[in-house]
Nanobody, 115 residues
Framework: QVQLVESGGGLVQPGGSLRLSCAVS????????MGWYRQAPGKQRELVARITTGGRTIYADSVKGRFTISRDNAKNTVHLEMNSLKSEDTAVYYCNAGLDYIEYWGQGTQVTVSS
């Protein structure tokens, strides 16, 4: 059974930083592409960042230069380092694993950027 559990969300002031983590149980991590998505109120879920098994990364234009995705294959964990946060980054952030055309999702963690 595959489970994705996010942590690290919270309230932060504009310009601040947060680090999200996603722990993956089950045997898929080493073979799966991992990603972070977010969904703001009234908006569709959107890709924030993705990392392949080989470490290649892609980012949404809105977060390039501010966010960094990384994976720790020894700990079955993926991280999202978020810096210079803006109010428009406020959303529920979801961890995603993709393998063999199957998508797995975490329950989401709230990130609120506000003064």
């Amino acid at each position: 059974q595959v489970q994705l559990v996010e942590s690290g969300g919270g309230l932060v002031q504009p310009g601040g930083s947060l680090r999200l983590s996603c722990a993956v149980s089950g045997s898929i991590f080493s073979a799966a592409a991992m990603g972070w998505y977010r969904q703001a109120p009234g908006k569709q879920r959107e890709l924030v960042a993705r990392i392949t098994t080989g470490g290649r990364t892609i980012y949404a234009d809105s977060v390039k230069g501010r966010f960094t995705i990384s994976r720790d294959n020894a700990k079955n964990t993926v991280h999202l380092e978020m810096n210079s946060l803006k109010s428009e980054d406020t959303a529920v952030y979801y961890c995603n694993a993709g393998l063999d055309y199957i998508e797995y999702w975490g329950q989401g963690t709230q990130v609120t950027v506000s003064s």
